[in-house]
C-alpha cells in the first residue's frame, strides 16, 4: 500500500508531538520533576483515560536538557518551580506566567578541554532566539537560575570565557525547550481523512454555530459538530412575553440592613440591551446586579425570596459561614423553590468582608442571565482596614452574544461542557464600560468579585497616555506603567501582611479587596491582560480587555489616606487567629482528592484536535480561543470528576465525614494525565480553609479563603477548618463543571 507524502508527514509530527521523552532523573537528584511534591498523577506523565491512554507527553514542571556534540555525556534537567505570590498562579500583568527555574546538571566535560574556556554559563531565550538573557554560571550539581516569564523559551548552557559575559560567543554543550514550547499547530488535521464528518445541511442543524474567536478561523473538521442535545434560551420561550412588555432592568441599589432586618428578593425576567442587543434576562429585583446588601458583622438578616422565573432555584450565599438549613443547595439543604414559590433565608454573618449570592440550580444559565449579587459585611473594629477615600464594589462577568441575542444553552444539559461557557462581552456590574471619577491622589478601595461562569481575570490599571481606552497597542505597551496596587484582603477576610501587587488574579467566585492611589492626572484603564492561545497555530496570543475607564483629576484629594497607602500593615488579629492552628501546617495529608475528567465518545474531531493538545496545557485556559470545539461538548461526552485518592470513590459517591473542631489537612491534585487537563476554581461551602503550599513551595503570606484555584497540573494543601454542623457542598466553581458533576458533599456532626 503506498503512503500519501501528506499522511506520512501527519503521522511524523503526531509522533513527535505525542512521543516526547519524560525528562529522565540524575544521579543523586530529588526526582522533584517527576513527583511534583507527592502529586501522584504526575509520576508516570501519561494520560489515565480516553484515546490516547500510555502515550507520554513531556512534565508541564520540566525541562530535559539534551546535550550536543560539544557536551558529550553531558544531561540535565530544569524544574519549573512556583514563584512566590499571593496567588496560586504566578503571572506577570500582561499575563506571561513567572516561573522560577532550577538546574540539575551532570557529567559536563571540563570546560577548558572545549578551548579557551573557564566556566560554564546558562542562557535563557524566546523561540526566536532573540534576546539571549544570561541566567548565571552553572557546574554539575543543583543551581537556582532565577526567574522567567516568556511564553515560550528555550535554555541554554555553553562554554564561555568569564562568568560575567554578556553575550553567547562559547560552544553550546546542552540546550531544552519549555514544555509550551512542544505545542504543535491544530492546522495539519484540515488535510487529515478523520478531519471531516459527514456535511450536514443548514436545515439538520439544530443549532446556530456560536461566535467564532477574533481572527482565529475554525477548524474545517469541527464545522459539522454540534452538542448532542436541544438548544433552549430564555428569550425564545414560547411563554414570554414580547421583549418590549418585559420590565426594564435597572442598576444594582445599595440596602443597608440592620441587626434583625428584613429584605424582599424577587427573581424575575427583564430585558435589556447590551452591545446593541435587545436580550431578555433575569434579576434580582430587576437589578443587574442584584441588590448590593451592606450590613454589619456578626448580624442576622431575613431575605424573603419569591422565584418569579420559568426555572426551579434558589439562593447560595457564597462563602458566608451560615446555618445549613439556609446554604441554598436545591436537593441538599432545601427542596428548589418551583417558579411562583417562596422561601425564608435567616443569615447570620460570621465574618467581616465581601460575599455574593446566586443560584445553585442550572446555575450555568441562571447565574449567566444575571441572576447575582454582593455582600458587604462591615467589621465591628472601625480600624479594619487603613484609611481610603472611598469604596467601590465591582462585580466581573462576561456574557456570550452572537449577532442578535445571548448564545443557546444546552436544555437537559449544559455544553460549553469542556472548558466552560466563556463570554465575549465583559460586564462590570452587569454593564459595559464601567467609569469611575476620581481626584488627583485619591485612594480608592475596590472589592472584587468574579462572576463569570468560567473565566479566569489578571486585572491591572493601566494608563492610558492619552490614546482612547479601546486602543489595546497603548494600553499593552504600558505594562511597565500599571499602578501598584495594595492587596489587603481576600474571601473570608484579611491577609497576614498587606502586599504590593501590579495586577490581580481573579478565578470565578473568588473575591479580593485592594487599594490604589491615583497620584497622577488623566486616564486609567481597568484592564484583563492575559496570554491565550491559539491552537490552530500553537502559538500564545495575547488578549487585552478593557473593563472601564479611572478619570483622575487635577484637583487633589485630602492628603491623610494618601499618605496611609504607603504604609503597608501586619494584622495582628489574623496572625493570632491562625497562630491557633499553626501547628497543624505540618502534618500529615489526611485526605487526597484528585481533580480529572472522563470522555466517551467525543465527535473524531474534537479527539483528534485534543490529542495534538494533551502535550502541553496551559496552568489556566485565560480565554476561549477554541469556541466550535467546546460548544459541541456535553454531559454525554464529559464527566468532570473529584476522586477520593484512598478510595477510588468519585463525586457524590465520596463519604467524608467530620465533628465539629476537626483541623484536616487535604491535597488537592490537578491531575496532568487528565484527557484535557484545566485550572479548578474548588470551592467548600459553609467553612474556611488556608492554603497552605503548592508544588511543595510554602505560602508564607495566608488569608482565609473559600474558593481556591487549582492550576493544570498542580499540587496545592490546604488546611481546612470545620467549625459549621451540616451536610456542604464541594465543587468546581466554572458552573459547566458542576453541572457535568464534579462536586461532593461532606458531612459535619455537631
Same mark, same amino acid.
Given at each position: 500500500?503506498?503512503?500519501?507524502?501528506?499522511?506520512?508527514?501527519?503521522?511524523?509530527?503526531?509522533?513527535?508531538?505525542?512521543?516526547?521523552?519524560?525528562?529522565?532523573?540524575?544521579?543523586?537528584?530529588?526526582?522533584?520533576?517527576?513527583?511534583?511534591?507527592?502529586?501522584?498523577?504526575?509520576?508516570?506523565?501519561?494520560?489515565?483515560?480516553?484515546?490516547?491512554?500510555?502515550?507520554?507527553?513531556?512534565?508541564?514542571?520540566?525541562?530535559?536538557?539534551?546535550?550536543?556534540?560539544?557536551?558529550?555525556?553531558?544531561?540535565?534537567?530544569?524544574?519549573?518551580?512556583?514563584?512566590?505570590?499571593?496567588?496560586?498562579?504566578?503571572?506577570?500583568?500582561?499575563?506571561?506566567?513567572?516561573?522560577?527555574?532550577?538546574? %540539575?546538571?551532570? $557529567? @559536563? !566535560?571540563?570546560? +577548558?578541554? &572545549?578551548?579557551?574556556?573557564?566556566?560554564?554559563?546558562?542562557?535563557?531565550? /524566546?523561540?526566536?532566539?532573540?534576546?539571549?538573557?544570561?541566567?548565571?554560571?552553572?557546574?554539575?550539581?543543583?543551581?537556582?537560575?532565577?526567574?522567567?516569564?516568556?511564553?515560550?523559551?528555550?535554555?541554554?548552557?555553553?562554554?564561555?570565557?568569564?562568568?560575567?559575559?554578556?553575550?553567547?560567543?562559547?560552544?553550546?554543550?546542552?540546550?531544552?525547550?519549555?514544555?509550551?514550547?512542544?505545542?504543535?499547530?491544530?492546522?495539519?488535521?484540515?488535510?487529515?481523512?478523520?478531519?471531516?464528518?459527514?456535511?450536514?445541511?443548514?436545515?439538520?442543524?439544530?443549532?446556530?454555530?456560536?461566535?467564532?474567536?477574533?481572527?482565529?478561523?475554525?477548524?474545517?473538521?469541527?464545522?459539522?459538530?454540534?452538542?448532542?442535545?436541544?438548544?433552549?434560551?430564555?428569550? %425564545?420561550?414560547? $411563554? @414570554? !412575553?414580547?421583549? +418590549?412588555? &418585559?420590565?426594564?432592568?435597572?442598576?444594582?441599589?445599595?440596602?443597608?440592613? /440592620?441587626?434583625?432586618?428584613?429584605?424582599?428578593?424577587?427573581?424575575?425576567?427583564?430585558?435589556?440591551?447590551?452591545?446593541?442587543?435587545?436580550?431578555?434576562?433575569?434579576?434580582?429585583?430587576?437589578?443587574?446586579?442584584?441588590?448590593?446588601?451592606?450590613?454589619?458583622?456578626?448580624?442576622?438578616?431575613?431575605?424573603?425570596?419569591?422565584?418569579?422565573?420559568?426555572?426551579?432555584?434558589?439562593?447560595?450565599?457564597?462563602?458566608?459561614?451560615?446555618?445549613?438549613?439556609?446554604?441554598?443547595?436545591?436537593?441538599?439543604?432545601?427542596?428548589?423553590?418551583?417558579?411562583?414559590?417562596?422561601?425564608?433565608?435567616?443569615?447570620?454573618?460570621?465574618?467581616?468582608?465581601?460575599?455574593?449570592?446566586?443560584?445553585?440550580?442550572?446555575?450555568?444559565?441562571?447565574?449567566?442571565?444575571?441572576?447575582?449579587?454582593?455582600?458587604?459585611?462591615?467589621?465591628?473594629?472601625?480600624?479594619?482596614?487603613?484609611?481610603?477615600?472611598?469604596?467601590?464594589?465591582?462585580?466581573?462577568?462576561?456574557?456570550?452574544?452572537?449577532?442578535?441575542?445571548?448564545?443557546?444553552?444546552?436544555?437537559?444539559?449544559?455544553?460549553?461542557?469542556?472548558?466552560?461557557?466563556?463570554?465575549?462581552?465583559?460586564?462590570?456590574?452587569?454593564?459595559?464600560?464601567?467609569?469611575?471619577?476620581?481626584?488627583?491622589?485619591?485612594?480608592?478601595?475596590?472589592?472584587?468579585?468574579?462572576?463569570?461562569?468560567?473565566?479566569?481575570?489578571?486585572?491591572?490599571?493601566?494608563?492610558?497616555?492619552?490614546?482612547?481606552?479601546?486602543?489595546?497597542?497603548?494600553?499593552?505597551?504600558?505594562?511597565?506603567?500599571?499602578?501598584?496596587?495594595?492587596?489587603?484582603?481576600?474571601?473570608?477576610?484579611?491577609?497576614?501582611?498587606?502586599?504590593?501587587?501590579?495586577?490581580?488574579?481573579?478565578?470565578?467566585?473568588?473575591?479580593?479587596?485592594?487599594?490604589?492611589?491615583?497620584?497622577?492626572?488623566?486616564?486609567?484603564?481597568?484592564?484583563?491582560?492575559?496570554?491565550?492561545?491559539?491552537?490552530?497555530?500553537?502559538?500564545?496570543?495575547?488578549?487585552?480587555?478593557?473593563?472601564?475607564?479611572?478619570?483622575?483629576?487635577?484637583?487633589?484629594?485630602?492628603?491623610?489616606?494618601?499618605?496611609?497607602?504607603?504604609?503597608?500593615?501586619?494584622?495582628?488579629?489574623?496572625?493570632?487567629?491562625?497562630?491557633?492552628?499553626?501547628?497543624?501546617?505540618?502534618?500529615?495529608?489526611?485526605?487526597?482528592?484528585?481533580?480529572?475528567?472522563?470522555?466517551?465518545?467525543?465527535?473524531?474531531?474534537?479527539?483528534?484536535?485534543?490529542?495534538?493538545?494533551?502535550?502541553?496545557?496551559?496552568?489556566?485556559?485565560?480565554?476561549?480561543?477554541?469556541?466550535?470545539?467546546?460548544?459541541?461538548?456535553?454531559?454525554?461526552?464529559?464527566?468532570?470528576?473529584?476522586?477520593?485518592?484512598?478510595?477510588?470513590?468519585?463525586?457524590?459517591?465520596?463519604?467524608?465525614?467530620?465533628?465539629?473542631?476537626?483541623?484536616?489537612?487535604?491535597?488537592?491534585?490537578?491531575?496532568?494525565?487528565?484527557?484535557?487537563?484545566?485550572?479548578?476554581?474548588?470551592?467548600?461551602?459553609?467553612?474556611?480553609?488556608?492554603?497552605?503550599?503548592?508544588?511543595?513551595?510554602?505560602?508564607?503570606?495566608?488569608?482565609?479563603?473559600?474558593?481556591?484555584?487549582?492550576?493544570?497540573?498542580?499540587?496545592?494543601?490546604?488546611?481546612?477548618?470545620?467549625?459549621?454542623?451540616?451536610?456542604?457542598?464541594?465543587?468546581?466553581?466554572?458552573?459547566?463543571?458542576?453541572?457535568?458533576?464534579?462536586?461532593?458533599?461532606?458531612?459535619?456532626?455537631?
Amino acid at each position: 500500500m503506498r503512503i500519501r507524502p501528506w499522511l506520512t508527514f501527519l503521522i511524523v509530527l503526531s509522533t513527535v508531538a505525542l512521543a516526547r521523552p519524560i525528562a529522565g532523573q540524575l544521579p543523586g537528584s530529588t526526582g522533584a520533576c517527576e513527583t511534583r511534591a507527592g502529586n501522584r498523577a504526575s509520576e508516570t506523565i501519561e494520560p489515565a483515560t480516553g484515546p490516547f491512554a500510555g502515550r507520554t507527553a513531556n512534565d508541564l514542571h520540566c525541562i530535559s536538557l539534551f546535550a550536543t556534540a560539544a557536551g558529550g555525556d553531558a544531561n540535565g534537567l530544569i524544574e519549573l518551580t512556583r514563584v512566590g505570590s499571593p496567588f496560586t498562579v504566578t503571572v506577570t500583568p500582561a499575563g506571561h506566567h513567572v516561573r522560577g527555574l532550577t538546574a %540539575r546538571i551532570s $557529567d @559536563l !566535560p571540563p570546560p +577548558e578541554s &572545549l578551548g579557551p574556556y573557564t566556566t560554564y554559563v546558562a542562557w535563557v531565550t /524566546p523561540l526566536e532566539m532573540d534576546p539571549v538573557t544570561p541566567l548565571g554560571p552553572v557546574a554539575n550539581g543543583e543551581h537556582r537560575l532565577g526567574v522567567v516569564a516568556l511564553n515560550k523559551f528555550l535554555v541554554l548552557v555553553s562554554a564561555e570565557a568569564s562568568p560575567d559575559v554578556e553575550r553567547r560567543e562559547g560552544p553550546l554543550v546542552l540546550r531544552g525547550r519549555s514544555p509550551s514550547s512542544l505545542m504543535e499547530a491544530h492546522d495539519l488535521l484540515a488535510i487529515a481523512p478523520s478531519a471531516t464528518q459527514r456535511s450536514m445541511s443548514p436545515r439538520e442543524l439544530r443549532w446556530a454555530p456560536p461566535p467564532r474567536y477574533p481572527d482565529i478561523p475554525m477548524l474545517p473538521g469541527l464545522m459539522d459538530v454540534e452538542p448532542r442535545e436541544s438548544p433552549t434560551t430564555l428569550s %425564545r420561550s414560547a $411563554d @414570554l !412575553p414580547r421583549w +418590549e412588555e &418585559l420590565p426594564e432592568t435597572i442598576p444594582r441599589q445599595l440596602v443597608e440592613l /440592620p441587626d434583625g432586618g428584613t429584605l424582599d428578593i424577587e427573581a424575575g425576567i427583564v430585558r435589556r440591551e447590551i452591545a446593541g442587543r435587545r436580550v431578555a434576562m433575569l434579576a434580582f429585583n430587576r437589578q443587574h446586579p442584584g441588590p448590593l446588601i451592606r450590613v454589619r458583622e456578626k448580624s442576622t438578616i431575613f431575605v424573603n425570596f419569591t422565584n418569579e422565573t420559568p426555572f426551579p432555584t434558589a439562593i447560595h450565599w457564597h462563602g458566608i459561614r451560615l446555618d445549613n438549613r439556609f446554604d441554598g443547595v436545591p436537593g441538599l439543604t432545601q427542596d428548589p423553590v418551583e417558579p411562583g414559590g417562596s422561601f425564608r433565608y435567616q443569615i447570620y454573618f460570621e465574618d467581616a468582608g465581601i460575599y455574593w449570592y446566586h443560584p445553585h440550580h442550572r446555575e450555568d444559565i441562571q447565574q449567566e442571565l444575571g441572576l447575582y449579587g454582593n455582600l458587604l459585611v462591615d467589621a465591628r473594629d472601625p480600624d479594619y482596614y487603613g484609611p481610603v477615600h472611598r469604596e467601590e464594589i465591582l462585580m466581573l462577568d462576561d456574557v456570550l452574544l452572537d449577532a442578535d441575542d445571548l448564545v443557546e444553552f444546552g436544555d437537559g444539559s449544559s455544553n460549553y461542557m469542556l472548558m466552560g461557557r466563556f463570554g465575549n462581552t465583559p460586564l462590570v456590574n452587569g454593564r459595559l464600560g464601567y467609569r469611575l471619577d476620581v481626584r488627583r491622589g485619591e485612594v480608592v478601595r475596590f472589592h472584587l468579585t468574579n462572576a463569570a461562569n468560567t473565566r479566569t481575570f489578571n486585572v491591572s490599571f493601566a494608563p492610558v497616555d492619552g490614546a482612547t481606552v479601546s486602543d489595546v497597542a497603548s494600553l499593552a505597551a504600558s505594562v511597565d506603567g500599571r499602578l501598584p496596587i495594595k492587596l489587603v484582603a481576600s474571601d473570608v477576610g484579611k491577609f497576614e501582611r498587606e502586599t504590593r501587587i501590579r495586577s490581580v488574579v481573579l478565578a470565578p467566585a473568588e473575591r479580593y479587596v485592594v487599594e490604589v492611589r491615583f497620584d497622577r492626572p488623566g486616564s486609567y484603564a481597568l484592564v484583563n491582560h492575559v496570554q491565550g492561545i491559539n491552537h490552530r497555530q500553537g502559538v500564545f496570543r495575547p488578549e487585552l480587555l478593557a473593563l472601564g475607564t479611572i478619570h483622575v483629576t487635577e484637583n487633589a484629594a485630602p492628603d491623610t489616606p494618601s499618605r496611609a497607602f504607603d504604609t503597608l500593615r501586619e494584622n495582628a488579629d489574623v496572625i493570632a487567629d491562625i497562630d491557633r492552628v499553626r501547628s497543624q501546617f505540618d502534618r500529615a495529608v489526611d485526605h487526597e482528592l484528585i481533580l480529572t475528567l472522563e470522555t466517551t465518545d467525543l465527535p473524531r474531531p474534537i479527539e483528534r484536535s485534543m490529542a495534538y493538545d494533551w502535550v502541553y496545557f496551559n496552568p489556566v485556559e485565560w480565554t476561549g480561543t477554541m469556541p466550535r470545539m467546546n460548544w459541541a461538548t456535553t454531559a454525554r461526552e464529559v464527566r468532570w470528576n473529584l476522586r477520593d485518592a484512598a478510595t477510588g470513590f468519585e463525586n457524590e459517591d465520596i463519604d467524608w465525614k467530620f465533628r465539629v473542631g476537626d483541623i484536616v489537612k487535604i491535597r488537592l491534585v490537578n491531575d496532568r494525565r487528565a484527557f484535557h487537563a484545566m485550572q479548578h476554581p474548588l470551592h467548600i461551602h459553609g467553612q474556611r480553609f488556608l492554603v497552605l503550599s503548592q508544588d511543595g513551595v510554602p505560602n508564607d503570606n495566608l488569608a482565609w479563603k473559600d474558593t481556591v484555584l487549582l492550576p493544570a497540573g498542580s499540587t496545592t494543601d490546604i488546611l481546612l477548618e470545620l467549625s459549621n454542623p451540616g451536610r456542604w457542598m464541594i465543587h468546581c466553581h466554572i458552573a459547566e463543571h458542576l453541572e457535568s458533576g464534579m462536586k461532593t458533599v461532606i458531612e459535619v456532626f455537631g
